[in-house]
């Protein structure tokens, strides 16, 4: 079975521009997660969906990061302008409704904003 | 408030040691699940294993091994007979029923050198 799948895997990109990271959740999924992961702060969460929904977004930095759900197999998160401080792994991971589920990820997508 | 410590920053080990990764969690809620995720050099995330609350019998997977004690609010992994491939940042994390987001909240992350 698929895992969650992510793209681009690697992204370098210049202060200023626009990063779109996909995410393709495992089938039968109904949550999605963002996670981003730095040297400084590890492995936090940015937003949370549950059936397409965002529940919790308290973890997304500032108003340059948005993310979507349009349907239950695809997520972007979005970051304009991108800034070098933005540079980090970001994950995204699925699972089933209950907090007894195990959540899976993806490989992330490595940023670079130079 | 919730808080998972992996007080353990590095481990260097020879192979075929044995070793111990100490996980220690703080939570208010009766139910709630711990996990091990595995990080290699390839940078994913592997998920090892589950565990609820209400579920402290050991477990035992191959060469991996874990400890839960309610007691001590600990969640330890052992690795008997260490390989190589086994170097990696491994991470405990901390799940609660009562929160809505049903965020994983991760430790540190304790990072694992066999050297051969």
């Known amino acids: 079975d698929a895992g969650v799948i992510q793209s681009p895997r690697h992204e370098v990109t210049e202060m200023g521009q626009e990063v779109t990271l996909r995410c393709k959740p495992i089938?039968?999924?109904?949550?999605l997660f963002w996670y981003r992961q730095t040297m400084m702060r590890g492995l936090e969460l940015l937003i949370y969906f549950n059936n397409n929904v965002p529940i919790d977004d308290s973890g997304m930095p500032e108003d340059r990061f948005s993310a979507k759900m349009p349907n239950a197999s695809f997520s972007t998160l979005k970051i304009q302008p991108s800034e070098p401080r933005d540079s980090a792994v970001y994950f995204c991971?699925?699972?089933?409704?209950?907090?007894?589920?195990?959540?899976?990820f993806g490989e992330g997508s490595w940023l670079t904003v130079v | 408030a919730q808080k998972v410590t992996q007080a353990q920053t590095e481990i260097s080990v020879v192979e075929k040691e044995d070793v111990t990764l100490d996980c220690v969690y703080e939570?208010?809620?009766?139910?709630?699940?711990l996990f091990w995720y595995k990080q290699p050099p390839s940078g994913e995330l592997v998920f090892l294993i589950r565990?609820?609350?209400?579920?402290?019998q050991n477990e035992i997977s191959g060469r991996y091994s874990w400890n839960f004690q309610k007691s001590t609010s600990s969640f330890n992994f052992t690795i008997t007979a260490s390989q190589v491939v086994d170097s990696a940042v491994y991470f405990c994390a901390l799940r609660i029923r009562g929160d809505s987001s049903y965020k994983l909240i991760f430790g540190s992350g304790t990072r694992l050198l066999v050297r051969p």
């Open positions: 089938s039968g999924h109904n949550s």
């Open positions: 565990r609820n609350s209400f579920d402290e």
């Open positions: 991971a699925s699972s089933q409704g209950s907090a007894g589920n195990t959540i899976y």
């Open positions: 939570t208010r809620d009766t139910t709630y699940y």
